[in-house]
Nanobody, 123 residues
Framework: QVRLVESGGGLVQAGGSLRLSCAAS????????MGWFRQAPGKEREFVAL???????NYADSVKGRFTISRDNAKNTVYLQMNSLKPEDTADYYC?????????????????WGQGTQVTVSS
């Protein structure tokens, strides 16, 4: 059974940092793309960052320069380092894996999802 488990969320003041982790089990994800999405209350889930099998990355404009996605294939884990956090970054953050067909920026393209971890940034 494939599982993605996020951790590292919490409450932080504006300007602070958090590092989210996504631990995968049930299969190896070193050869597939993985992404982070977020969903704020009352809003649709939106793309945050992705990393492909060659460690190429891409980011939403709203987080570019502040967030960094990385992966440790030995640990089957993907990370999202979030710096200079803003109140508008407040959301539930979800890890996703194995996009098949379609745009990697669309949540519908991903096969596997974690349960989410909450990030709250106070002003």
């Amino acid at each position: 059974q494939v599982r993605l488990v996020e951790s590292g969320g919490g409450l932080v003041q504006a300007g602070g940092s958090l590092r989210l982790s996504c631990a995968a089990s049930g299969r190896t994800f070193s050869s597939v793309g993985m992404g982070w999405f977020r969903q704020a209350p009352g809003k649709e889930r939106e793309f945050v960052a992705l990393i492909n099998w060659g460690d190429g990355t891409n980011y939403a404009d709203s987080v570019k320069g502040r967030f960094t996605i990385s992966r440790d294939n030995a640990k089957n884990t993907v990370y999202l380092q979030m710096n200079s956090l803003k109140p508008e970054d407040t959301a539930d953050y979800y890890c996703a894996a194995d996009p098949v067909g379609g745009s990697w920026y669309r949540s519908a393209s991903y096969t596997y999802w974690g349960q989410g971890t909450q990030v709250t940034v106070s002003s």
